[in-house]
């Protein structure tokens, strides 16, 4: 009688009618880069969301005297950002913020979330890529 076996299983050693596993499964890890001597270290893999960035903000409505200015850096700062945010004679509040792209679009999504402080009208902003002479993050 024919004998089964699952797919991809070859029979043992003679005689032995035990199922041995087939051929060797390629390696789902990444190729190993060529300057380790041979030895295996996993690739880096950065994306966009991690690269530093320069943002800033132009935030319109009721938000000056209201603690807006303090509640950016406040949030600014739990996000681990460097930067600054003030008054403009116009009435709106320039936000300056430099640290990684996914922390600078965290601090731009809570100044046009409800939570703000005062009324938020209109939010303003340019990407660019960050100068490195911002340190700690201020009210000016």
Do not use: K
Request: hydrophobic share 35%; charged share 25%; glycine share 14%.
């Amino acid at each position: 009688p024919a004998e089964t076996r699952p797919a991809g299983h070859v029979l043992g050693g003679a005689g032995t009618g035990r199922a041995r596993p087939g051929p060797r499964r390629r390696s789902t890890r990444p190729p190993a880069r060529t300057d380790t001597g041979g030895r295996y270290r996993p690739r880096i893999m950065s994306s966009d969301e991690d690269n530093p960035v320069r943002l800033i903000a132009w935030v319109s409505g009721r938000v000056q005297g209201v603690g807006f200015r303090w509640w950016t850096r406040s949030r600014a700062l739990e996000l681990g950002l460097v930067g600054s945010a003030r008054n403009l004679p116009d009435g709106r509040v320039a936000v300056v913020a430099e640290g990684p792209r996914r922390a600078c679009a965290a601090l731009l999504d809570a100044l046009r979330g409800g939570a703000t402080p005062g009324r938020v009208d209109d939010v303003a902003e340019q990407w660019s890529a960050p100068r490195g002479d911002l340190t700690g993050f201020v009210e000016a």
